[in-house]
């Protein structure tokens, strides 16, 4: 990296000359290091993750301009990806990036000493190099979360909750960690579409889904997994908890009124609780839950019943569902 010129001035001629410098100087460190861009454009061709992408940019800036943080945030991901090498610092340079008149998001570096202008020169440099494979990482992104959505109440479907069972009977299995499983049903939904229509019966839906996602903690996670039937994974309670938490779903569902012209719809909701058990599948333990609402239906509706613990056919070995 060139010395910094000494160009800090207010005399216009200075400052031209400054400028001159620095395209020169800007020139040269880019011939000089044409390797550092390509390496760039090399690895940011291997990945789509918005998160990979942000990281080899942050890691190939990181070999020409010393930072301590990197953070970069988008209304299209979950939480800002924050990369940390130091303590971060009072002087920051900051980038709303753009491209095409698309938002691609925001990128801050953090560090202890002010930023010379030949480094945010190479720092955009670096950026122009990365924003396509940002934006295209950014499209990626949007039809990922598109797949795993709902559209009717945009909480995730049934898609995700394969996934996110798969993984939590796999995370259980191997380090013992409790989980549970409600499953969850309004109650004679189709006469809510025949009397009402089809749009309330969505917005129905959707009052269920915030109703539920309200009843319950962050850390818990709910998706919408049928017509009327939604399921909620609670990582860390056993089956006493999470019949209580059952309960409070179906209270606050009950609570629910829709006013409509006169009318005032009111809708209940059956449920299913099991917790896991050591060495069951996913299959296996959403087939456990699942009879569970069965019987919460067959039983009259409006109720929580708790699955039967897991016969030997329903249960596979450890080593198995650790395979
Ligand atoms: N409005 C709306 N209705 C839907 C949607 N998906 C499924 N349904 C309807 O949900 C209803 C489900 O009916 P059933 O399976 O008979 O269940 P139910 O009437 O709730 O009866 P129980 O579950 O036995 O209490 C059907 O009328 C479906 O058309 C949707 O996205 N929006």
């Not at 390797?35 to 918005?50: G, N």
């Not at 860390?236 to 059952?246: M, N, S, Y």
């Not at 609402?293 to 650790?322: F, M, Q, W």
Request: proline letters at 2%.
């Amino acid at each position: 990296m060139p010395s910094t010129p000494s160009y800090l001035t207010s005399n216009s001629r200075q400052r031209e000359q400054a400028l001159a410098d620095l395209e020169r100087l800007s020139r040269a460190w880019q011939s000089d290091n044409g390797d550092v861009f390509a390496r760039l454009c090399r690895r940011l061709l291997t990945s789509l993750e918005l998160n990979q992408v942000i990281a080899i940019f942050a890691e190939e800036l990181g070999t020409v301009v010393h930072f301590d943080r990197l953070t970069y945030g988008h209304s299209i991901s979950d939480s800002p990806i924050d990369l940390a090498v130091g303590h971060g610092g009072n002087h920051r340079c900051e980038y709303r990036l753009n491209l095409a008149g698309e938002n691609l998001g925001m990128l801050r570096i953090f560090r202890r000493m002010r930023f010379a202008e030949q480094e945010l020169t190479v720092i955009e440099q670096m950026l122009g190099s990365a924003i396509h494979a940002i934006r295209n990482a950014c499209h990626y992104e949007t039809v990922r979360r598109a797949a795993l959505t709902d559209v009717v109440t945009g909480i995730p479907n049934k898609r995700a909750f394969d996934d996110t069972l798969k993984r939590e009977a796999c995370l259980a299995n191997r380090h013992g960690e409790r989980c549970a499983l409600i499953l969850c049903d309004l109650d004679h939904f189709k006469k809510i579409n025949d009397t009402y229509g089809h749009l309330t019966g969505d917005q129905v839906l959707r009052a269920a889904a915030l109703a539920i996602q309200d009843a319950t903690r962050s850390s818990d996670a709910v998706f919408r997994i049928g017509g009327e039937e939604f399921g909620i994974l609670l990582p860390r309670i056993g089956e006493a908890e999470c019949t209580l938490v059952a309960d409070r779903i179906r209270a606050a569902i009950s609570a629910i009124s829709l006013e409509l012209n006169d009318a005032l719809v009111k809708v209940s909701a059956s449920a299913g609780v099991s917790a896991h058990v050591q060495g069951e599948s996913a299959d296996a333990w959403f087939r456990r839950t699942d009879e569970a609402l069965y019987r919460a239906k067959h039983d009259g509706r409006n109720c929580t019943r708790t699955a039967r613990p897991g016969l030997p056919a329903d249960v596979t070995s450890i080593e198995s569902a650790k395979r």
